[in-house]
């Protein structure tokens, strides 16, 4: 795949990365009400900022076109490479939402007076970066930030006493996905260099050069494996569920989860380098996705705590996705981007809300939920449209999403995929639905002396309706991000009916 850049007249990219590390570094030492004032600012201005990416890119751009370029070398191979296509506006646009809603929920949970706020900010720097890069090596080092990062986030202000365990449980796995991604992004830029002479982990560079037969192999199972644990498909998802359970209660996981930057690293970096290995090997991705839709919804089924449900859903649901991305569709691929940007909305907000649950309850417990409606009805239709949204329901960003991934799924692989991948959806449908109406509707059966019963805060009322106004907006009007994505995903898609035309293999009809 062929790239053109057009360089930016004037830094935004690099004004999207700088305001919240700048914002970041000084709420390492401001406190109260002026850390909550300069948080808020820090996250409007971000999302000024991505309004303002959105509204001068230019959508009618060819597949390749990559625009707001900049560029210097740091130091050796090691650059500041920075340009974004309509894929990457899209991602940013959540990712700015997302920080957000997070600075509202830190403002409701009253821990402005701590350095959360700080560390928030700095995440999601380190998110944007990785988002804007263009640089593979760069990509790499930035995640390990984000996930020390996330680390200390989680440790800090974790929702339970006991969570040490899953905490080593995230960094381990964690860490051997980051490896396995270093030394991806290592070997590809060694094979650049005995090709050309000189080491590079610039796409742009990348691009121009054929990766041998016998390395591809090895080189997607490094970047896949490293990048599925961050998405995380089965059977790599060993981190998530006593990750939710115990961990922090909202915004750690929305980080890690919301944005899908495991789905948005295959497609900006492996499947345009090295296709032939993404199209040899794509039956096995699919075949963990298969076994994931189905092993995470029946778990998901027998959970009694609502976090660990949640948990198991993402995996069920992020296998779906992976069957349309690894469709290798032009269609589904196009789906599976929209899909990975409703899931960000979705699960963000089912957490979210989840999360105040927990502050006016300190339980998630299904057992001893019940009756929240009663007192933040609110939270509670922003639950219900957050859950129906993931099962991809009329009027939510999921539906079209869905029908993309299903008709491109059984382009490619036939009805038996299509229908188990729907019939995973609706087993989802199920729990989420039984999981609403445990914490919200069923009378509860525990002790309620200590819940907070007063009428729904500002904060609350803030969270909920944005959660609701902008699933159902994105839902009902989604055409202008189908127009954002449909250039570059359906380049990358053409690569691949390209193969597909040579290899002889007709699609299913």
Known sequence: MEYKEFVATWPLLSLLQLVPLFAGLLLIRIRGKTAMILALVASLLEMALA??????????????????????????????HVAVDG???????LATLLGFLCVVFILFRRLHASSVLAVMMLVQATLVSQLVTLDLLWFSLISVLEMLLVAYLTKRWPASDDVMPALVRFL????????????????????????????SFDLVKLATIQVPEEMEGILFFLLFYGLA????????????????????????????????????????????LIPHAVWQWHYVAVSFAMVGVFYAALLALKQQNLRSLLGFAVVSHTSILTIGLFSLDPLALQGSVLLAVNFGLAISGLLLMTGLVWQRTRTTSLNRLGGMFDYIPLVGIAFLIAGLAIVGMPGTPGFNAVHFVLEGAIQTFG????????????IAAGFLLHAFQRAFLTKPTG???????????????????????????????????????????????ELFNELRATSGIANHD
């Open 51 to 80: 309004l303002v990416l959105y509204l001068h890119f230019d959508s009618s751009q060819a597949a390749g076109v990559l625009q707001f370029s900049e560029q210097f070398r740091i130091w050796a191979a090691l650059q500041y």
């Open 87 to 93: 894929m990457s506006v899209l991602f940013i646009l």
């Open 172 to 199: 381990q796995f964690m860490s051997v996905g980051l490896l396995l991604l270093f030394a991806g992004s290592l070997l590809i830029g060694w094979n650049y260099a005995t090709i050309k002479g000189e080491w």
């Open 229 to 272: 644990i961050r998405i995380p498909l089965f059977p790599f998802h060993g981190w998530l569920p006593d990750f939710l359970r115990f961990g922090n209660v909202a915004i750690a996981p929305i980080y890690l989860l919301g944005l899908k930057l495991g789905v948005y690293g295959l497609l900006r970096f492996v499947f345009p």
């Open 415 to 426: 009805a038996p995929v299509t229908i188990a991948a729907a019939i995973g959806n609706l």
């Open 447 to 493: 002790d309620t002396r200590h819940w907070n019963t007063e009428p729904s805060q500002l904060t609350e009322k803030v969270l909920a309706g944005t959660v609701i106004i902008v699933i159902v907006v994105v839902g009902f009007y989604d055409v202008p991000w189908l127009t954002l994505i449909a250039e570059p995903v359906g380049g990358v898609g």
